[in-house]
């Protein structure tokens, strides 16, 4: 899989929005472009998946760049509940054998 | 919607003890499942991937006979730690998939493992 490039970690304010920015300029077009989440002492949760459409979900907001290099996921109101590790991962969707390989995510605080 | 169990949730244990974590998929039938692991402050690292029925095929640098991998049922998977020291003391995640690779990886939500 591809490799993605995010920042270390972002803060926000309790219910505005929260943009989380991903590089992946090696995106192949096979790839398609997965958020999982991980808050503390817990397992990642899926949050979003798309290939190049923007995507829209209850938890979040999806924004595909033109040239998929780069995407970025929306939170529109973001409580103190998403604090948490954003990963964006890239995986082969059509690759029977791909499993989800991840990097070193953004810790998000939200503070009130 | 899918929802992955993973029991226990946690686990003290003295050096040189095997312990059995088990991995189920409740509402869906998990062709696929994955074991992970995070150290603290750092990402998660997949250590095997195993298909039901099939033997599982593990990462570079993970022992298979000391993490022992079943997945004998589509909706049970279990990791062994054989005679477990304090360096396998973990976070440990497992993680599953249908048949279909478009399909979500839905996660468990770990068991924390320390060896004393």
């Known amino acids: 899989d591809a490799k993605t490039t995010q920042p270390n970690s972002m803060e926000s304010n309790e219910e505005e929005p929260v943009h989380l920015p991903c590089n992946h300029s090696?995106?192949?077009?096979?790839?398609?472009i997965h958020w999982y989440r991980q808050l503390p002492s817990q397992g990642p949760e899926y949050v979003i998946h798309?290939?190049?459409s923007n995507v829209n979900n209850r938890m979040a907001s999806l924004a595909i760049a033109e040239d998929r290099k780069s995407s970025t996921l929306i939170l529109h109101r973001a409580t103190l509940r998403d604090a948490a590790v954003y990963y964006c991962?890239?995986?082969?969707?059509?690759?029977?054998?791909?499993?989800?390989?991840f990097g070193g995510g953004t810790r998000l605080m939200v503070k009130p | 919607g899918a929802v992955v169990s993973q029991h226990p949730s946690w686990v003290i244990c003295k050096s040189g003890t095997s312990v059995k974590i088990e991995c189920r998929s409740l509402?869906?039938?998990?062709?696929?499942m994955f074991w992970y692991r995070q150290f603290p402050k750092q990402s998660l690292m997949l250590m095997a991937t195993?298909?039901?029925?099939?033997?599982?095929?593990?990462e570079q640098g993970v022992e298979k006979d000391k993490f022992l991998i079943n997945h004998a049922s589509l909706t049970l998977s279990t990791l062994t730690v054989t005679s477990a020291h304090p360096e396998d003391s973990s976070f440990y995640i497992c993680?599953?998939?249908?048949?279909?690779?478009?399909?979500?990886?839905?996660f468990g939500d770990g068991t924390r493992l320390s060896i004393l």
């Open positions: 993680s599953a998939r249908g048949r279909y690779s478009n399909q979500p990886q839905h």
């Open positions: 090696t995106i192949s077009g096979t790839d398609y």
């Open positions: 798309g290939l190049t």
């Open positions: 991962i890239l995986r082969d969707n059509n690759n029977a054998g791909n499993m989800l390989t």
């Open positions: 509402d869906f039938q998990a062709t696929t």
């Open positions: 195993s298909n039901e029925g099939s033997k599982a095929t593990y």
